[in-house]
């Protein structure tokens, strides 16, 4: 969906997006490198979904613009040619809080298995406990995954939060009740406990503890 973010400044070329901590000019980046709606060419591009169509009318969601922005297009989404589940580029600046990470991760995990169930729950949780208190936030250059045969959901959730595949040698298959990260100087195992909440609502809010406990395994 193509829109006129016409309330944006025009004459701005480098800004400090959101999630960079250092102040200007240091946390300064130009803006073809970031989603600031402050850049010389007010429309704006977004993926959304359509929720309905009423006559003329398109109801979707998922929209990343503000309430009232002109809608210049609308373009369907091939996933034959516009899915690139191995596209990579560089994080700039990290997730402001917990809560920011966790809602990044929901976004990626559902966008990737298509529903909100128990497993995409545990998922979310056990990479958002890795990413925020091994890596501090930071997004991993390079991850190598281990996850356990079932359930499937879970593996699901991991491979589209950390584009792993098996194919390219970074996910693998290890023991029951385990996760591994592997991030190269930084690695954590996680032991599923039992008695964990099976709803998956439940499972999101429910103190870490309950779910998992981390391992730091010895580095290779
Ligand atoms: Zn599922």
Redesign the pocket.
Known sequence: MLAWLGGAERDILQVTPRGVPEPAPEGLHGVFGVRSPARPNPIGLTAARIVRIDGASIDVDYLDFVDGTPILDLKPYFVARDLIFSARNEQIGRPGSREALRESLLFQAQRF?G?F?P??ALGVRLFEDFRADVLGMMEPRELRVTVPMDPP?LI?TIMGMARASPGRGTLQFGPAKFVRFDAGSQAAEYMLLPGAPEEAARILEAPGAVLYRRLRPALR
Do not use: A, V
Request: glycine letters at 14%; charged letters at 30%; hydrophobic letters at 15%.
């Open positions: 298995h529903e169930c497993g995409l959901c699901d």
